[in-house]
């Protein structure tokens, strides 16, 4: 090696300048540096080396390690620099601090320094501080056994591979899922992983060209070969593992087992499979059925509607002819005693009828309210003494309690009302057999056009159990002796209860057994302010102011239309009749009628049809139109009217309901016979 000479002086001072730059640049050394003899003795030390041994260069210079560090810490030295000088060589050696609390480690590269004939006249010692580099490493390989020990003990499958398909490392648990014993033999079987692995490569190389575009994909639920050859369902996690310089490296899948969920999720399929096919079978069963229950049902209401137009209208005769022979004014007492029990015993039947009917309807749950003015005390009266006939037939008391501050009269549908005080009235009766029946109807609160009434029978009969006080309103339940029992249906209550709720209230009870029971109920009704014209004011018209009007009257029964043309010829109308609805148009369009008065029920061409016909021929079109049937709700009453109809009444029909209805229609100012 050639050296300037740094200074430019003589050779001894140019050494010594060299000696000079040496030792600074030494000095400057950011590593430890020591140059020791054969003998092991300390020729010379930098600065960081007196720092790093907390000496000072002249404690150090001239000793060996023996007289410096402990003595394994010497003995070590000594060996290791005797390896150098026997190998004539550079050998690493990573060492602690030899101060005692101080962690750093140190790598110490020594080498030898050679002499004049090429043999180690000593030996050079570089240490640099690498106690940074130790710790990340150590926390590297922390970590590392860490992610070992988590992917061992790991119940998910957990395995890498590489680019090329091959099964690099994998969990126990990933080796137990595809039923080998040993995670060896599933990396040496795993060289390609695509073919051998997946049920379907061809979702392989789905995964791969997404993982290469995003880097991860989860959830991925896809199927695996075992070792045996059959399938297993598992759900992926997989994520692309690069270098340190972004190439990618390994791809690395978490695994877990979804088998048993797939089997459930396939048998609730076949479940719902085979229950959408059961309900399909179902609905067009229960379809099938409806349609049936459909036709049945119509078919009930067919014969309803007949049956009831076959019964009432024979007693439209008789009511009708009773009604108006009760007008002659010549009859005897006797006689209009005979004709008002004749008239009283069929409005009896007649809702005994309606009763019976209505019984069909209401269990159907279709409940129509007709409501209309009713005089109070005059409906109260023909209830009661509808009771205290069969009262009397008893012997047992009956007694009607009306306040005077009742209304006079109320809107109401009279005939369900009636039906429902005479099926407590009745209860009552057939449930006493001595003490007293009352009928009792307060006012509780009176305002702005109503008022709450409370209708309250009482006996002193046999009464109830306690235990029976809610199950009696059930349909068809009946207690006590089989022998009153006998006598009812066991609906009577159940109705009640359904019409009085229909009406806004509930019926109550209050029972002792042996010692009678008392029924209830409140409901609020419209007071009507004007007094309606009575039965006898009715009976009074004579006759009516102006011109002569022309009826004409169509019903299919000749006792109906007679009963009409009796009554409107003796008040002075001219009165043409029809026996149906061809009939009716052909009379009207030869004499044009003030009033038509139509049976709905008629043969060939019904009320209503006739009444649409009337409206569409010109000269007709204004001619009022009343229909009258024994068939038809309230309901169907309206639809009527809208039909083209002027107004409705029920059959068996009411005189002075009738007249009523005749004189607005025809706008027409009755005549009345003088007062006696
Ligand atoms: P029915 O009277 O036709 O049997 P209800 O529905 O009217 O049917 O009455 C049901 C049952 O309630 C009767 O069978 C009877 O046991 C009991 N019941 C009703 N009213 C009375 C009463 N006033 N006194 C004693 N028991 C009664």
Known sequence: MSMADPVGNDTSEALAGWQGLLQSIVDQSPAAIHVKDRQGRYLLVNRRFEEMHRLRACEIVGKTDAALFPPEQAARRRILDQAVLARGCAQEDEEASAIEDDPSTF??????????????????????????????????????????????DALEGIFRVSLQGQMLTANPAFARMLGYEWVDELLDRMTDVRRQLYVRPQERDLIMSALLERGTVEGCELQLRRKDGSSLWVAISTRLVRDAGGQPLLVETFASDISERKRVEAELKRHQDHLADLVAERTAELTQAKEQAEVANHAKSAFLASMSHELRTPLNGVLGFAQILQTDPNLTQRQRLGLQTIQRSGEHLLALINDILDLAKIEAGKVDLVEAPVQLSEFLRVVADIVRVKADEKKVRFRCDTPADLPAAVRTDERRLRQVLLNLLGNAVKFTDQGEIRLRVTQLDRGSGTALLRFEVEDTGVGIDAEHLETIFLPFEQVGQAARRASGTGLGLAISRQLVRAMGGDIRVQSHAAQGSRFWFDIRLSVVGQQLPDGAAYAEVVGYEGRR???????????????????????????????????????????????VIADIVMPRLDGVQATQHLRRTPSLEAVPVLLVSATVSASDAERHVAAGANAFLPKPIDVRQLLQRVGDLMELHWTHAPPA
């Open 549 to 595: 009007r022309r009826v004409l009257v169509a019903d299919d029964v000749p006792a109906n239309r007679a009963v009409l043309t009796d009554l409107l010829g003796s008040l002075g109308f001219v009165v043409d009749e029809a026996e149906d609805g061809e009939a009716l148009l052909a009379r009207a369009r030869m004499a044009c009628p003030d009033l």
């Open 107 to 152: 790598l110490t590269v020594r080498f030898p320094l050679l002499g004049a004939q090429g043999r180690a006249a000593a030996i050079c010692g570089m240490s640099t501080d690498i106690t940074e580099r130790k710790r990340a490493e150590d926390a590297l390989r922390r970590s590392e056994e860490e992610y070992q020990s988590t992917v061992e």
